[in-house]
């Protein structure tokens, strides 16, 4: 009978250990994850392990989701082996341990111990004739003082030489990691700030600065004046976030708000550990498949009006995420639009339907201003179905 291999974490990871009681068993941020870690950069699938005739195997859930196995990131499956330590994201370590009896290393015989001969007497003549021989011809003594002192500099030297690389070359200390209640709460103000982020970019694109100014602020704010606010996992995500905000302004020219804390150069990437339904070219071509159909079925062409903008990339990736705004389509056609998108397993988010912007779209209309009214649909697909918000169009 094959013993269940369990999975016990390595501090400062929490938790307790978990056995492997069936396959695929999943690991990530999911509330359905049969392991789940609730932490920064944890996807919500982000590995799994599943049983074969030879043995156990862990592979990474997609080409985002970073899997180690005993400090290796891995691209495919790996066999697991008892002691092996696997990571997940940077932030999660486990030990695996198979339960079997691990093999005790040889051990030695002792050494005999050498034996020493006691010192042969030297005779009174020798010893005479030694001292009061002619002087040795060679190296002086200060010479070899002299040697001798730098030497034992030379090892003071090394020494601190090695310190100081072994020093560089250590693993900074991890901070403290999150409770599953903080892991929640981090997950759900990161779902607001989004939102704040998204919604800010749009109205910044309408022209309504003060508006969308209020909103980029409450995406960082949201944190801020959170009880996890300190913990440096979340810090990480927020300076993410400090960065995307700065990159909008950036790209409309505007300067930043008095008072901003700007965000380091190095940041977190937030889209790192999202699992897509396809890749970026899969994506584009898509896209593209569903034009060329509207284009034929309706003798009109719709224009992708945004890509690659700040906010898109942070949260979604290079040449992952696009907007597309018209004037004048019928229901049928943005149905038709959605059908397509949804079809092709693209996800598609109407940002029309947000009251925020609809109350923004009709001041503009009151105060007789139609270019900040925007479009009359506003919507926007990425490659990443799965995912749901408030936008998202649900079929």
Do not use: C
Request: aromatic content about 8%; charged content about 25%; overall charge positive.
């Amino acid at each position: 009978m094959r013993l269940r291999p369990r999975l016990v974490p390595i501090p400062p990871t929490p938790g307790d250990a978990q056995a492997i009681e069936t396959t695929p068993f999943w690991i990530g941020a999911s509330s359905t994850a049969h392991l789940k870690v609730y932490l920064p950069g944890i996807a919500e699938r982000h590995a799994s392990i599943t049983e074969r005739e030879d043995g156990y195997y862990i592979a990474p859930h997609s080409a985002a989701t970073m899997v180690t196995v005993n400090g290796d990131r891995i691209t495919s499956a790996e066999r697991l082996k008892d002691h092996s330590e696997i990571g997940i994201g940077a932030v999660a370590r486990f030990e695996v341990v198979t339960g079997e009896p691990r093999r005790q290393a040889p051990v030695e015989a002792p050494k005999p111990e050498p034996e020493f001969l006691p010192d042969r007497k030297v005779p009174w003549w020798k010893r005479r004739r030694r001292k009061h021989g002619r002087r040795a011809v060679g190296f002086p003594v200060w010479g070899w003082i002299l040697a001798g002192a730098i030497g034992v500099a030379m090892m003071f030297v090394g020494v601190q030489v090695y310190r100081l690389v072994a020093a560089a070359g250590q693993d900074p200390v991890p901070p403290p990691a999150l409770t599953p209640f903080e892991g929640r709460l981090y997950d759900s103000l990161m779902v607001e700030a989004t939102t704040h982020i998204e919604r800010g970019a749009t109205l910044l694109d309408l022209g309504a600065r003060d508006q969308a100014g209020r909103e980029l602020a409450a995406a960082v704010t949201g944190f801020d004046q959170s009880i996890i606010r300190d913990n440096p996992w979340v810090q990480q995500g927020v300076n993410a976030l400090r960065k995307t905000v700065e990159e909008l302004y950036r790209s409309k020219s505007i300067a930043l708000p008095a008072g901003w804390t700007p965000a380091p150069k190095k940041v977190f990437n937030l889209s790192a550990n999202l699992s897509a339904n396809l890749d970026a070219d899969q994506f584009l071509s898509a896209v593209d498949e569903v034009r060329a159909a509207f284009a034929q079925a309706y003798r009109d062409t719709i224009v992708v009006t945004g890509r690659d903008h700040p906010e898109h990339v942070s949260l979604y990736g290079s040449r992952s995420a696009m907007d597309i705004r018209v004037r004048g389509l019928r229901p049928d056609q943005v149905q038709f639009l959605v059908k397509g998108f949804a079809d092709r397993r693209i996800r598609v988010k109407d940002f029309s339907s947000d009251q925020v912007l609809r109350a923004q779209i009709a001041a503009a209309i009151r105060a007789g201003v139609p270019d900040r009214a925007g479009t009359g649909v506003h919507l926007h697909v990425d490659r990443y179905r799965d995912r749901n918000d408030r936008w998202t169009v649900r079929r």
